[in-house]
């Protein structure tokens, strides 16, 4: 077992397979995807040139979802993050969706927007980003009523999933004081070591953030 990992320390996406390996305690080289030599050996393996993307021994595994689920499959007795049983990892993977599609994806909207004009993001868009994310912050509000974590089956895959969609999303549209159990699940999640790890490596590249990193977390 020899494993790299092609990613970057900001990304939101890069964030689950760090957590992943972190919560699994493996080893494995970092390559960050800033120099043009780590991006000219990530794109051998993924044209696309997209990240993150875990090496196998010479092997590689695309997307940050099927990287969680390969390490869980070849480590499952370290910290496993989808529960045997097949109806309980269903939800798990349901839920890994929801933070991916649902709160990912309108926080990465709102992103894009100040990508294209800093000064002058177009706030129509904004503005539909954010009505996605109070859509779902006021399901995840009812979903997370007397759990400690997304599923059942304890921190699992859809937890990874939350702590990065959760930690940026909350930047640009914070989670309303309306919402208790939504900020304390939030909360929880940067305090679990593998998360708190991943904020602290991200710290320094704050700046990248195109709309303004708050002073806080």
């Not at 997307?63 to 869980?72: A, F, G, K, R, V």
């Not at 996605?132 to 399901?139: E, H, N, P, S």
């Not at 400690?148 to 940026?168: E, T």
């Not at 991943?198 to 709309?211: K, L, V, W």
Request: aromatic fraction near 12%; charge should be negative.
């Amino acid at each position: 077992m020899s494993y790299t990992l092609y990613a970057h320390p900001f990304s939101s996406y890069c964030w689950k397979a760090y957590i992943a390996l972190y919560e699994k305690e493996l080893p494995f080289e970092h390559r960050i995807v800033e120099s043009a030599e780590a991006m000219a050996d990530l794109r051998k393996h993924w044209s696309l040139g997209k990240f993150p993307v875990l090496e196998d021994e010479g092997v590689p595994v695309f997307e940050s979802t099927t990287i969680i689920e390969y390490l869980d499959l070849r480590h499952y007795e370290r910290a496993p993050l989808l529960p045997a049983n097949a109806v309980d990892a269903l939800d798990v993977r349901f839920m890994d969706r929801i933070f991916d599609n649902h709160v990912m994806t309108p926080m990465n909207a709102i992103v894009q927007e100040y990508l294209i004009n800093r000064e002058a993001p177009d706030q129509s868009r904004i503005e539909k980003g954010e009505a996605a994310l109070d859509a779902i912050y006021a399901w995840l509000e009812v979903r997370l009523a007397g759990r400690s974590w997304a599923c059942s089956h304890g921190f699992s895959m859809a937890d990874v999933a939350a702590a990065p969609s959760l930690f940026y999303a909350d930047w640009v549209r914070p989670i309303p004081e309306t919402m208790p159990t939504l900020k304390a699940y939030r909360a929880r999640l940067n305090e679990r070591p593998s998360v708190a790890r991943c904020i602290e490596n991200a710290r320094p590249y704050r700046g990248y953030f195109p709309p303004g990193a708050p002073d806080r977390d």
